[in-house]
């Protein structure tokens, strides 16, 4: 494999440098958010519905490692679901 197929560059002494090829995030979508008492939730089961704070046109939250990241809208095409990014979240530094 060639350094471009991720395995690490290569310092002048030959030894690999860990490339961002190989670093792995989660990414997860907030559709919305709902608040219940605690007894509501031990009686959830299979089939329950859980009404959300936002509608089907809404933004939606990205969040990379539980850090949100940007916003987007979802896009359903067919049995496919999707979500188009249409804001990137400014960073804050570390520690902040």
Same mark, same amino acid.
Not at 33 to 52: C, F, K, N
Not at 70 to 85: C, H, L, P, Q, W
């Given at each position: 494999?060639?350094?471009?197929?991720?395995?690490?560059?290569?310092?002048?002494? %030959?030894?690999?440098?860990?490339?961002?090829? !190989?670093? #792995?995030? &989660?990414?997860? *979508?907030?559709?919305?958010?709902?608040?219940? =008492?605690?007894?509501?939730?031990?009686?959830? %089961?299979?089939?329950?519905?859980?009404?959300? !704070?936002? #509608?089907? &046109?809404?933004? *939606?939250?990205?969040?990379?490692?539980?850090? =949100?990241?940007?916003?987007?809208?979802?896009?359903?095409?067919?049995?496919?679901?999707?979500?188009?990014?249409?804001?990137?979240?400014?960073?804050?530094?570390?520690?902040?």
């Amino acid at each position: 494999m060639s350094d471009s197929e991720g395995t690490g560059a290569k310092t002048g002494a %030959g030894t690999a440098v860990p490339t961002l090829d !190989d670093v #792995s995030i &989660d990414i997860a *979508v907030v559709l919305g958010t709902s608040a219940m =008492p605690i007894h509501q939730v031990l009686r959830l %089961g299979r089939g329950a519905i859980i009404e959300l !704070d936002a #509608s089907e &046109d809404d933004e *939606v939250s990205i969040l990379a490692n539980n850090l =949100p990241v940007a916003k987007g809208t979802v896009i359903v095409s067919g049995n496919k679901i999707a979500v188009e990014v249409k804001q990137l979240l400014p960073r804050t530094p570390a520690g902040a």
